[in-house]
């Protein structure tokens, strides 16, 4: 079991194409579903009962209790049943090497989805361990509003920089000091495009 002051690895997975398992098909397991198809997953549900929002995606749904033998060939799985089954997920798992996250249920999760915001390439999420995910969803909220407007902006800028350095082999302890200069440049242009204000008579 998770020690709550144990330190995480923080880690984003590439998922698309791969097989991911959500156990259950009640409003929990919905509220997941959309991440998974979004990251492009190959999602099976197994549940006895499915709600039809799941049903009307595209996924495979297996209308029956979880086995363990569900976890073959999967790379994610996500535990959205009640906690006797989210246990037996976890159990199963363990004994496969695979991770497990369990909504709402740290005692039987080894991973842990935390609040996310997107936007124009930038990915950021916040955990609180599972202990709280509201506060990571109020948090998440609070850094959203203080991301630039022009992100896309300072995207692009890196993307060009970084591709510079590589090709120039500028060291990584090197690069983030140089890329707050180039987002700094971009800055300066603007205001050197602002025309200047008429006097007052």
Same mark, same amino acid.
């Given at each position: ?11 984003? +997975?590439?998922?698309?194409? @791969? ?29 006895? %009962?499915?709600?039809?929002? =799941? ?6 749904? *297996? ?20 906690? %006797?089954?989210?246990? *037996?997920?976890?159990?199963?798992? *363990?004994?496969?090497? =695979? ?18 915001? &997107? !936007? ?5 999420? =916040?955990?609180?361990?599972? @202990?709280?995910?509201? +506060? ?25 920089? @970084?591709?510079?350095?590589? #090709? ?5 302890? !090197? &690069? ?9 440049? +971009?800055?300066? !242009?603007? *205001?050197? @495009?602002?025309?200047?204000? %008429?006097?007052? #008579?």
């Amino acid at each position: 079991m998770d020690s709550f002051g144990a330190s995480l690895l923080p880690a984003f +997975l590439k998922l698309r194409g @791969r097989r991911v398992l959500l156990v259950g098909g009640g409003p929990v397991a919905a509220g997941k579903l959309e991440s998974l198809l979004t990251a492009g997953a190959d999602v099976t549900v197994v549940a006895p %009962e499915v709600r039809p929002e =799941i049903e009307s995606r595209n996924v495979r749904i *297996e209308r029956r209790a979880f086995e363990p033998s569900d976890l073959d060939g999967a790379w994610w799985i996500v535990a959205a049943a009640p906690p %006797e089954v989210n246990r *037996e997920v976890l159990a199963a798992a *363990e004994d496969r090497r =695979i991770f497990v996250n369990a909504v709402d249920d740290p005692a039987h999760a080894t991973a842990y989805a935390g609040g996310v915001e &997107r !936007r124009d390439g930038v990915t950021i999420a =916040i955990s609180t361990h599972g @202990r709280a995910p509201a +506060l990571a969803g109020l948090l998440r909220e609070a850094i959203d509003a203080y991301l630039p407007v022009d992100l896309k902006t300072w995207m692009a800028a890196a993307d060009a920089a @970084r591709a510079s350095w590589k #090709q120039r082999g500028v060291p990584m302890e !090197r &690069r983030r000091p140089m890329l707050l200069e180039v987002l700094n440049r +971009l800055y300066d !242009r603007a *205001e050197d @495009r602002e025309p200047e204000s %008429e006097s007052p #008579q």
